[in-house]
């Protein structure tokens, strides 16, 4: 059987809910590296509340280098995990932990010349929820990590 899946306009749309901020939860945590062999956390974000609840928001990154800690503080506060110091985090931290995320339409073109679009979070996208408790997240059950604000290295 001879069967055409090529896209029939050369796009693969990734994109499941359209552009605004959204109360998302981390869904799955994927550990990994850098090209540069920087940790890296990938993380997929899914929508909690309203009318797109259960859609998949988009894939972002955590990179845990010195460039990248600016941001890495940004969405651990936002999640309302400590955000400075030395921190002691695990994957399962982040797990589950919501807020409120901006997400906007991003296209490239793939090595095989296809373009795909999927939803992207800018640099500072991150909100904390209002009125959502700063301590531990309502869904993990999970006290946040402790931060020692004596080893302060940025």
């Not at 090529?6 to 994927?30: H, K, M, Q, W």
């Not at 062999?37 to 280098?65: C, H, K, M, N």
């Not at 995320?101 to 373009?115: I, K, L, Q």
């Amino acid at each position: 059987m001879e069967v055409d899946l090529t896209p029939a306009d050369g796009i693969n749309d990734y994109i499941t809910v359209p552009a605004g901020s959204y109360v998302c939860e981390i869904a799955e945590v994927r550990p990994g590296t850098t090209r540069a062999g920087d940790p890296r956390w990938g993380i997929r974000l899914i929508v909690a509340e309203g009318e797109y609840t259960g859609r998949q928001a988009a894939w972002d990154g955590l990179v845990f280098s010195r460039r990248g800690r600016a941001r890495v503080r940004r969405i651990l506060g936002a999640l309302g995990l400590p955000n400075q110091g030395k921190v002691d985090l695990a994957p399962a931290d982040v797990e589950g932990r919501r807020a409120l995320v901006e997400v906007r339409p991003s296209e490239f073109e793939d090595p095989s010349g296809e373009t795909v679009r999927r939803n992207e979070v800018p640099y500072d996208g991150y909100r904390p929820i209002p009125d959502a408790p700063t301590d531990a997240s309502p869904n993990s059950g999970r006290e946040p990590p402790a931060v020692d604000p004596a080893e302060i290295p940025f």
